[in-house]
């Protein structure tokens, strides 16, 4: 029988093994170091991301909602609490009778003591008003939209049966509505019956972004999630509004400036977005 040589038997000695795994965790150590910023960096990077993208979500949900707001109905409780009257559609009303023929005729709105129950629209809409809708005629500043004054409410909105007189002819309650003394751009605005007021309020401790809604209009601030709440932003821990009016009889343009910080997973994101306001009625 062919015996096998010491030297073809001979495997590790346990201080080889020993030696190696030191080598192969130095090696590895060495390399951890190396790579494990940069994942750290990847995830940072990433997060940040995603906290921008949220941030940046919400202030343009803002925006969109400011830009379509009833003019000089915008107003800012604290720093944290944004409130506006929302406008769905809008367009220009006849301001008197026509009188081209022998017997005056249409419905009109106008500054008469009297308020008027129908008028005809002279614009084609997008959205067609329904009954429960608010017309709002000539805001001149938030106190007056919010407690309803130069607001009427929609009782009926068709196309209208002598097309002469205007594109559609709007019914309004019996309380009626009248034009602003003064006031002669005849532009209107709908405001949706079932939101009537919005308010996007920022809750610091909770850290959370809502925006609410109101089936009315109220002059006192109402920000608090009482409303029908819907959720625009977690993770905040600073939020800041700001809304300058900048009124004037040749300057009408306000603006806005909303700052939002938004942290989770060690990172945080301030972000600042700005936009101008139209308050011209």
Known sequence: MKHMSPTAERGFSLVELIVVIVLIGIIGGIFAMQVLPAIRAYLAVGQRAALTGQADTALRRIVADVRRAVPNSLRVSGNQCLELVPGSDGGRYRSDQDYSTATASGDFLSNDPTPRTA?????????QPVTGDRIV????????????INVGTVDSAALSTDPAMGVYR???????LRAPDNYTGARFMVVPGNEQTVAYVCNINAGTLHRITYPSLSLAPRCAASGSAALVATGVTACNFVFTANQGATQQSGFVQLQLTLSGKGESVPLTLGAHVDNTP
Request: proline share 7%; no cysteine; hydrophobic share 30%.
């Open 170 to 176: 709007i019914g309004l309650t019996s309380a009626g």
């Open 119 to 127: 008028f005809h629209v002279l614009t084609p809409w997008n959205k």
């Open 137 to 148: 005629i000539g805001n001149q500043n938030p106190n007056d939209v919010h407690s309803g």
